[in-house]
């Protein structure tokens, strides 16, 4: 091991001492610069701040704010989420939430009721204290609403009619719109629905939960369950939601389906059921046998054996005397008579089963299934064509396997029969306003000092490959120049008196031939050497 790293300083030693002044310096300057650019990204590495969240989901007005008092402060930040965060150091994240939150940014421009305190002394007219005092209950309500899991941000319009002017008169009921931002993916239970609806009852006056709307960004409304009216309607609603449950279920398992297949944007799902709410409690007392073997089960048994030996009565009339039987027949004088009897019972016992049913209201007595499938597909050029025939003949086939499936296992049997291909209607259709296209996830970001460090390091290594080669190619070159010199014959003295001397005019050809040797010679020595040896083994 000694001996080979020996080996290898001296080489690089040999090497080195055989570079020229020039090439010496190109090569340490390489050196310095590849180890520049080290420290370089080094300290820039150590130095640099970790960009974190300060706000999100701001307005635009609220980015505005904070962005200029960053830029006021000099401190570096991003905008992220489209225009709705904003990104600053990890170590002035905490300090700048309470600078900003002491002047009161970010300020959304509605009024709360910290106003009146910070405006008490203005004059203000009725209508338009009724008018702030209005915009405070909103802006309360809506921060309130805001609070509460799931839920991003929140809109609340209130209608709230003027006081009665005579006693007489009756109060005009108030009425709500909400508009929430719900989290993606999050489904609120009826509980906490129900639990919004006081919320927002309770915090203004003469407010019923039966004029409250509410509404998120899809257009989805949240409707109120109540479970404590039993009657006509509270049955309707709740039928309605199970039904609705059921579809959106099977809609929503067919679509996660056929999208893994498919594509999540090129098919759409629609579920229709019928369902069964007929309730049937019944009593069933029913007598089965035992087993197959057995169809009774003995429980008790009961023997009785009864035997007589001897001789008849003694001669007389039959019949005649006290406790006697009439018309009994006489015996006969001299005759033997036996008499034995055996009597069984048996007490044998059967299944008996009695059974309290009560039916399940919740029967899917029948469902139909409609899909709508994109037959249109982007080429690599960005180009848009149709499916052929025989492709859609294909997938056809494949979610009509699926769907036949789906549909057998979900109908109750004791409907009867029915045919699943009847149940399920596929269209092919182009899908018209809708983004089929896919944003383009943004890559893992590489800082720029790996991709400089990385390029000084090639350059550096590709200088010195050049500097090796050339000086390998010099040290060739002076080895075949010394065997030319030494395996060349030596010249007659006749042969260098008849030879003319050489012409010192510079338009000669051979003079400019020796200049293109030299040239070439110099420009590639490789070449030049590999050109001599030809010359050599020709000779």
Avoid at 136 to 160: C, F, H, P, R, S
């Amino acid at each position: 091991m000694k001996e080979k790293i020996k080996q290898t300083r001296d080489q690089l030693v040999n090497t080195y001492k055989s570079l020229s002044n020039k090439q010496r310096i190109v090569l340490l300057s390489g050196i310095g610069l590849v180890l520049a650019v080290i420290i370089l990204g080094t300290i820039f590495t150590t130095t640099k701040n970790d960009m974190v969240v300060l706000y999100n989901d701001l307005s635009l007005q609220e980015v505005g704010q904070i962005t200029e008092e960053l830029e006021a402060r000099k401190v570096n930040y991003q905008i992220t989420d489209a225009g709705t965060g904003v990104e600053v150091p990890q170590d002035m994240a905490d300090s700048l939430l309470v600078d900003l939150a002491a002047q009161g940014i970010p300020d959304s421009g509605n009024i709360d009721y910290s106003f009146f305190a910070e405006n008490s002394s203005w004059g203000v007219t009725d209508n338009e204290f009724e008018i702030m005092k209005l915009d405070a209950m909103q802006t309360e309500i809506a921060n309130l609403i805001t609070q509460i899991d799931g839920i991003n941000g929140a809109e609340v319009k209130l209608n709230m009619p003027e006081d009665p002017v005579f006693v007489s008169d009756q109060q005009q009921p108030a009425s709500a719109a909400i508009m929430i931002q719900t989290a993606a993916g999050y489904q609120f239970e009826p509980s906490q629905v129900n639990a919004l609806y006081h919320l927002v009852s309770k915090s203004v006056p003469n407010l019923s939960t039966d004029n409250i709307v509410i509404m998120n960004q899809h257009f989805e409304y949240f409707d109120m369950n109540n479970q404590n009216n039993f009657g006509a309607d509270q049955t309707y609603t709740s039928q309605q939601q199970i039904k609705n449950d059921i579809e959106r279920d099977i809609e929503r398992n067919v679509q996660r389906m056929l999208g893994s297949m498919i594509g999540m944007h090129k098919v759409a799902i629609s579920a229709t059921a019928d369902i069964d709410f007929t309730q049937e409690q019944r009593m069933e007392e029913l007598v089965e046998p035992v087993d197959e073997d057995n169809e009774t089960l003995p429980v008790s048994v009961e023997t009785i054996t009864e035997s007589f030996t001897g001789a008849p009565p003694e001669e007389g009339a039959a019949g005649v005397g006290d406790g006697e039987i009439a018309n009994y027949p006489a015996g006969t004088e001299g005759n033997v008579g036996d008499y034995e009897m055996v009597k069984e019972s048996v007490n044998n016992e059967m299944n008996r089963i009695q059974r309290d049913i009560i039916e399940s209201p919740y029967k899917i007595r029948d469902l139909g299934v409609q899909v709508a499938v994109d037959n249109t597909r982007q080429l690599e050029n960005g180009a848009i064509e149709q499916l052929t025939a025989q492709e859609q003949v294909a997938v056809e086939e494949s979610i009509a396997s699926i769907l036949n499936s789906i549909i057998t296992t979900s109908i109750d049997k004791s409907y009867g029969e029915f045919e699943p291909e009847e149940k399920v209607s596929i269209v092919f259709q182009p899908f018209e306003g809708m983004e089929t296209t896919e944003a383009p996830t943004p890559a893992a970001g590489i800082p720029l000092w790996v991709y400089i460090a990385g390029a000084a390091v090639l350059i550096a290594i590709i200088v010195v490959i050049w500097l090796w080669r050339r000086s390998k190619s010099e040290e060739e070159y002076e080895e075949i120049i010394e065997e030319v010199e030494i395996d060349s014959p030596e010249i007659p003295s006749t042969f260098e008196q008849t030879v003319p001397p050489m012409e010192t005019n510079d338009d000669s050809d051979t003079n400019v031939r020796r200049k293109q040797l030299e040239r070439y010679a110099q420009d590639k020595p490789e070449d030049f050497a590999k050109l001599l040896r030809t010359w050599l083994s020709e000779d």
